[in-house]
């Protein structure tokens, strides 16, 4: 369409375009109609050529290649070996990276730090961007892990890419090259980020909110403000459901004073057993962290994806018992991988409720602790109040 287009608008200005290779000139007769099937044939070939080369680099991400966009990378540069090779300078700069946000700096604090002190940022510029600083904190890269297939091309033509978000298989490859970060810092980083973007999305909103549930009907208790414009004003925690249509409920409210009052001596409790509850907890991260039989059944299926896309490459007919067969195994890889998110992301957050609790060492309340530890507060129907920790 493009050949087409543009071959007609030149040509209706007087100027003729001639194809050397073909010998064919737009003012000679029936030359649209060659060209169209030229360019035609020309497309197809095109189109041919981006599915092999895709099925190519599909097969060496499954067979463990790696490629680094190191243009646009900071701390590694391409070794003999083809394989990423770390630069100590640049890694020097992801580590005061690292260390800073563990020290409490924030992504927008970092970036200005970076910038007065001259650092060039990945694209080699002056000023740096605190989403460049996050996207840095969040690459598996640095701890030497690759995940591959991030991303894909869409449409050929346009070079249109889009994130992979299970249309395509993604492999994961650990201990793939040398890392910057220690894994362990790694992961630290990757639990105060989540910490911290659950604090961000709760700004503004009361610690106590979601978390305090009506033993009688179910429903979640809300704040009201009492005596608002005196100096007997509080805040109390009631039903949702006390004022509402139809029944109301009986439920009596309660007071931030009798909740916090109510988690203490659960908190002296768990405190007084935390060893044996840390120990709990570690083994329980531990068997979350062990991935290796989702990880066997994910291997099993790209086996199967690769015999059918070599298949389905092989043959020049259709082959819809092998489609079929393909897009089965593209759906339940990216259901297994789903899993192992879920299950790795369960071991994030009992591994920061565990660093909470080592770092805790009074029964008192505080918020970070309340967070990490209950699941819901049960208000009962004499108003007798329940801590329900979370599992």
């Known amino acids: 369409m493009d050949s087409l287009t543009y071959t007609r608008q030149l040509r209706e200005k007087g100027v003729e375009v001639y194809f050397e290779r073909e010998k064919v000139g737009t003012f000679t007769e029936n030359s649209e109609m060659i060209l169209t099937i030229l360019s035609s044939i020309a497309q197809e070939e095109s189109n041919n050529m981006s599915q092999n080369i895709r099925w190519g680099m599909r097969k060496a991400m499954a067979d463990g290649a790696i490629y680094l966009p190191y243009k646009s990378i900071l701390g590694y540069e391409k070794g003999e070996d083809d394989k990423p090779q770390i630069v100590p300078k640049e890694a020097e700069t992801i580590r005061l990276i690292y260390r800073r946000f563990l020290e409490g700096g924030t992504f927008s604090g970092i970036a200005r730090t970076l910038t007065e002190m001259g650092i060039p940022s990945p694209m080699r510029k002056e000023k740096w961007q605190p989403l460049t600083v996050k996207n840095i904190l969040t690459n598996e890269i640095y701890k030497g892990d690759k995940l591959l297939q991030k991303q894909f091309t869409v449409d050929f033509l346009t070079r249109t890419r889009k994130k992979n978000e299970g249309e395509l298989p993604q492999h994961y490859l650990t201990e793939s090259h040398d890392a910057i970060i220690p894994p362990a810092e790694w992961e630290e980083v990757q639990a105060e980020i989540k910490r911290r973007s659950a604090i961000g999305a709760r700004k503004n909103i009361h610690p106590f909110a979601s978390k305090i549930r009506c033993g009688v009907c179910g429903g979640w208790f809300g704040s009201k403000v009492w005596h608002s414009n005196s100096k007997y004003r509080r805040i109390i925690w009631q039903c949702n459901a006390k004022y509402g249509k139809g029944t109301k409920c009986q439920t009596p409210h309660v007071t931030e004073a009798e909740v916090k009052a109510a988690f203490v001596p659960i908190l002296s409790s768990v405190l ?115 801590i329900i920790l979370k599992k």
């Open 272 to 386: 007084a057993d935390k060893g044996k509850r840390v120990t709990a907890l570690g083994r329980e991260i531990k068997a979350l962290r062990n991935t290796a039989a989702i990880d066997k059944e994910i291997e099993a299926t790209e086996r199967i994806i690769d015999q059918t896309e070599q298949a389905l490459h092989d043959t020049p007919l259709e082959a819809p018992a092998l489609v079929k067969q393909h897009d089965k195994a593209i759906k339940k890889q990216a259901e297994l991988e789903r899993q192992k998110a879920e299950q790795l992301d369960r071991a994030e957050e009992l591994e920061a409720s565990v660093k909470v609790l080592e770092d805790c060492t009074k029964a008192k309340y505080d918020e970070k602790v309340w967070l990490a530890l209950v699941d819901y507060v049960e208000v009962g129907e004499d108003g007798q109040i329940a």
